[in-house]
DNA sequence: CGGCTGATTGACGCGCATCAACACTGGTGG
DNA sequence: CCACCAGTGTTGATGCGCGTCAATCAGCCG
């Protein structure tokens, strides 16, 4: 993890970027590529804890995720948390701006992050001259719309962690080829996603261990037995996301 | 209710349409707008009960509701329903799809409806030759997702019934003016909805009226007192979506 | 009118929240 | 490098909100 600013330094970055598979660059002809690029300044580091913004601010436009991790959260009246989703490599932020021109939520890095910043005027400006851009644009947006989906129905506690740990696999599946999760967030913060308490988290993790089917151990979970797991969560929407392997 | 379909035999629809202003029609110059129609084919009429599209159908784009309602929904492994939300006018139907031009939901209209099509090549050169077309768009892009996200946080069964409530009311706010809202869906839609019980909804429903904060009669519900209600939702997100009579 | 789907209401039980006590971790400063 | 300590995780005991089941009733449509 000592180089995780190196991708922030280079400034034509979609060429090089290893995350261009996930993001709109991904769909947009390799000739175009170095055009796009054109359209981009060079992604910004965010720290650890910083914040990318806050509800309420003005918005100067999306962001794409480029390393790292991010918590999207709102606070109640009482003052407390709850949260909207978790921001990987590949994911935009700030999508809910668009609204009203202002963040409806916070955004806080989890780990050492990159993001590229997409401003309004450059989406409209790179769709009108990179073709496929919109389109691939909007497949982004239409991932980030089925995530914010994925705990619609009524699951139990245990359906729900499983989901989430499924998916956070598949969403990182380059890096866990032999299970290893790093899970950037708290067990309270999980809790807060999944809408169960952290003590319910915590248990079902135990039980989970117990059974063989993952191992745990604070931020580092390894999944043991996918075919087990995916049978826990068997009512899963979207297992289609993303790739888990078999 | 006798004339419904009569937007539905305008052509030039952006013009005359009623819930123009609630659609990206609204955001854009009224001098383009001729020049928006024209890329736009009449509103289509859908009936009660007929499916939009369902899931795993190839998407031809998306559509806006221009009048009625819709149900989108998906099932589980065990072919439970489970409810993604509902769509009035002014709401966008199929983002979902953008993720891989496939429907991931099932669209039903709940009353007699009319919806226009927006295919992705229409998006794509209107927002080159329409000023703000796209930001006008995407407005409406992040008013679904701030759509989606208001169940987010852990409510009581209560609040969320409440905030269910009061959204569906600020929706329809031209309409309600005196507190009436008519409700196309069932108890058991709200239900699943909120991830609710049916005879949970039908409680609260029961316990409000006798509270007087409602009235409450099937698919017809008065809000006689909406400041005990704002009270009793006193945790929802989003109160600034739309309008609430004060 | 008769059958059907949906709504209501009550009795009961369970899943998960809550609270509390304790263990562990990781960042900080001595 | 170690000691410290605030934040986090774990585990048990207890209670309650809401789901489940079932009986009854109300609208709806043929």
Redesign the interface.
Known sequence: MDNIYALAQKPDSCLVCEVAQACFAGGVDRAHLAELAAHLQAPRPVRRRQHLFRAGDASKGLFLVQSGCFKVY?L???GRE???GFRLPGSILG??????GHH?FNAVALADSTVCALA?GM??SA??RVPDF??TF??L??????D??FL???LSAEERLVSFLLRFASKLHADVSDGMLYLYMTRGDIA?YL?LAPATVSRILTKLQGDGVIDSDYHHIRILDYARLKDLG??I??A??GQIPA
């Open positions: 709102g109640d009246q009482l709850y949260i909207e999508l809910h701006s668009l609204y009203d409806q309004l989406l409209q769709s009108a919109l389109k909007l497949r947006v239409g991932q980030e719309l089925l914010g989906a619609t129905g009524d807060s809408r068997r009512n929407r979207f289609s996301l």
